[in-house]
């Protein structure tokens, strides 16, 4: 158990519908990261953010959006969603300030798109 | 070009010998770091070793070691004495740079199957 923890673990839903991923870091992470693992991209960065600062920011479509709140927690919000949108999305966490951390990551949340 | 670049889709391996999962990778910045990471057919993300490009020494944890070479830009993860819940896919990630950004960098890893 990496400490990261992801809700839900699974989500069906519609083209065009809007969901919201939810990842809580693990104590005293102040940095959030979200990944997507789909088959044909990979592994791919999505977004980073801070402290609840927005701090790098990776493939991400203009559909997707994500904050993170004073308690740390974060939430990545995917909307008009498309088939191809389906994927593991992935929320790891790290202390920060130290570069050579490594990223703790959690269970993921599988999202499939019919 | 890739920035992260695993050869080998699958490897095979018998219980009990060692394996090496290369990884090669790209990057004109001095200061970067390399990860593996194991992700087991439960899907969740498991960090094994990690090696910064200032570091002297080749990085261990237990069973696995990193073989760092700078010059080739090679870190091949060697698994010694291998065991069947190795069996996983095994994921090289790279992050480049400083500053604030410490996003990782995957390549599209190595499925090793550990047979009896």
């Known amino acids: 158990d990496s400490g990261v923890t992801q809700t839900p673990k699974h989500l069906i839903t519609a083209t065009g519908q809007r969901v919201t991923l939810r990842c809580s870091p693990r104590?005293?992470?102040?940095?959030v990261y979200w990944y997507q693992q789909s088959l044909d991209q990979g592994l791919q960065f999505l977004i980073q953010?801070?402290?609840?600062?927005?701090?790098a920011k990776g493939n991400i479509l203009e559909r997707f959006s994500a904050q993170q709140f004073p308690d740390l927690h974060s939430e990545l919000n995917l909307s008009s969603l498309e088939l191809g949108d389906s994927a593991l999305y992935f929320c790891?966490?790290?202390?920060?300030?130290?570069?050579?951390?490594?990223?703790?990551f959690g269970p993921g949340t599988r999202l499939t798109v019919l | 070009a890739q920035k992260i670049t695993q050869t080998q889709p699958g490897m095979f391996v018998q219980e009990k010998e060692a394996v090496t999962l290369d990884c090669t990778y790209d990057t004109s910045d001095p200061s970067y770091g390399l990860f593996w990471y194991k992700q087991p057919s439960s899907g969740e993300m498991i960090f094994l070793i990690y090696q910064g490009s200032y570091d002297q020494q080749n990085a261990t944890e237990g069973r696995y070691s990193l073989n760092f070479q700078k010059a080739r830009k090679s870190a091949n993860l060697v698994i010694s004495a291998s065991q069947l819940g190795d069996s996983a896919m095994y994921f090289c990630a790279m992050r480049e740079g400083g500053g604030s950004n410490y996003k990782l960098t995957f390549g599209k890893g190595t499925l090793l199957t550990v047979n009896p």
């Open positions: 953010y801070y402290n609840g600062e927005e701090r």
């Open positions: 790891a966490s790290s202390v920060d300030g130290d570069r050579h951390n490594e990223q703790f």
């Open positions: 104590s005293g992470d102040l940095s």
